[in-house]
């Protein structure tokens, strides 16, 4: 069956430039109210395709993967993360992606658990019954306590604060570049990128630091003076800084560079802490919007009489539920681009310029009744296994697919559902008003989230 390609018919030249620099959501609205299976808007290598079918999605992201590149947005945050799995393109992309991949093993992924599950305790023991919670920030502080710790081990404590700054600087600075053509402003002294520039300089003094501090404990430099982490079995740490310094490449047995340590440390900190929190402050908002689901995960997390391992896991489906739905209704990563390498057909039938922008937002597709039941209701029975017969792979991607789906998805999976459980074993978040607007830029924000915390029990 031909796919429904349909044209935006724009209100005057630059139109939709305009509308997504006013607002990228709404911009987004605009195209997808269109209609069809595709949509484009523009022509030819300057044109822009929106894909709305999981089948071009799909295609995009698997069969036709070889014909595209990250588009041209991914420069602009490059700022930050540099040449990361991000960033980077075929063949690096390709060897990293195969030096970064044993960090997220299932036994790793074990040991990081116990950090989830501490982290999120810790962040529980701060709040007092009856009182404001800013769960937007909450999340944000505990999600970068958790990346912080798997990854740099207890190096990152001292310079939280000043990398949370930086973060939070970094992603302002791209919040003002999601347009079309704004990367063409990269070379231009624009405020949005001066202030990228300063948050780089920042994240590297202190990830650069602790490259060099983990090099010299390697070559023995440091002697008696070295941490007492580096001091473990073997005299190296097991966090995921030390794995990046540590691998080889299978193939040619070569290491990373420090610049390709700092790259991946930094791309790893970013992406793992923003859209987590994100995810995690949307779920208590929508918990607290639906008392049924927020009962059935209460009677579900109270049911393991202690806070949860990653061993847990399997006995706690109703808030994996919950953490899925969230995301299908407010996906941090809501949307994502491509840019067309060559002019190529998209699933043997679109044709594709080269240069053209190809957008799928998942938090369109994730809404679109056509492939979800009361697509705007939530319902976390949804996610669970007898009910997922007969729904489209590609219908429900927060983490993407294919060869650059998320690395980190399992990591994800298992923060989001240990923290939800730690938390409301000790809490139930309540909302004293509306619930915030989402803030849409290279993540789907809840700003300005205050909720108020009841407490259920002390454990």
């Known amino acids: 069956m031909p796919a429904d390609v349909r044209r935006f018919r724009p209100r005057f030249p630059l139109d939709l430039v305009i509308a997504f620099a006013r607002d990228l959501m709404g911009g987004s609205r605009r195209m997808d109210a269109v209609g069809g299976d595709a949509v484009w808007a523009g022509r030819g290598a300057t044109g822009v395709l929106w894909l ?22 991914m420069r602009i945050l490059s700022l930050l993360v540099g040449d990361g799995l991000l960033a980077s393109e075929v063949p690096k992309h390709t060897r990293q992606r195969r030096l970064v991949l044993p960090a997220f093993h299932h036994a790793r ?15 529980a023991g701060l709040w007092r019954d009856g ?41 302002a600075a791209f919040d003002k570049a999601q347009f079309p053509l704004a990367d063409k402003l990269l ?47 073997g005299g190296t740490r097991q966090d995921l800084l030390q794995m990046l310094l540590d691998a080889q490449d ?62 847990d896991l399997r006995a706690l489906p109703v808030t994996r539920n919950v953490f899925a739905e969230s995301m299908r209704l407010m996906p941090p990563a809501w949307i994502f681009s491509r840019e067309a390498a060559h002019d ?60 650059r789906g998320c690395i980190g998805e399992p990591f994800a999976w298992a923060e989001g ?22 803030h849409a830029s290279v993540t789907l924000r809840a700003a300005d989230l205050e909720m108020i915390a009841h407490a259920r029990s002390r454990v």
Do not use: C
């Open 52 to 73: 709305r079918h999981p089948d071009l999605v799909r295609a995009l992201l698997i069969e036709n993967n070889a014909d595209v590149t990250k588009a041209r947005g």
């Open 109 to 123: 992924l074990r040991a990081y658990g116990e950090v989830m599950t501490r982290r999120s305790a810790e962040t």
């Open 131 to 171: 009182e404001a919670v800013d769960v937007s920030e909450a999340m944000n502080r505990l999600a970068l306590a958790i990346a912080g710790e798997t990854l740099f081990g207890s190096g990152l404590e001292a310079d939280a604060a000043q990398i949370s700054d930086a973060l939070e600087e970094s992603m």
């Open 187 to 233: 070379a231009l002294p624009l405020p949005n990128v001066l202030r990228g520039k300063r948050a780089r300089a920042t994240v590297d003094e202190v990830v650069y630091r602790l490259i060099r501090q983990r090099r010299a404990e390697a070559s023995g430099a440091m002697g008696d003076g070295a941490p007492p982490e580096a001091n473990t079995p």
């Open 250 to 311: 299978e193939e040619t047995g070569a290491g990373m560079t420090d610049e390709e340590v700092r790259d991946e440390a930094v791309t790893l900190l970013m992406a793992g802490h923003e859209t987590t929190a994100n995810a995690l402050a949307w779920t208590w908002t929508l918990l607290a919007l639906h008392p049924e689901a927020e009962a059935a995960l209460h009677a579900e997390v109270d049911a393991l009489n202690a806070d949860p391992t990653f061993d």
């Open 344 to 403: 190529f057909r998209l699933a043997g039938e679109v044709p594709v310029p080269k240069g053209t922008m190809i957008l799928v937002a998942p938090y369109f597709l994730h809404r679109d009744a056509r492939f979800w039941d009361e697509p705007l209701a939530f319902r976390p029975e949804r996610f669970a296994p007898e009910a997922k017969s007969g729904r489209h792979k590609f219908a429900y991607l927060p983490f993407s697919f294919g060869k």
């Open 417 to 438: 559902v240990l923290a939800l459980a730690t938390i409301a074993r000790r809490w139930r978040l309540a909302l004293p008003g509306p619930p915030p607007a989402p």
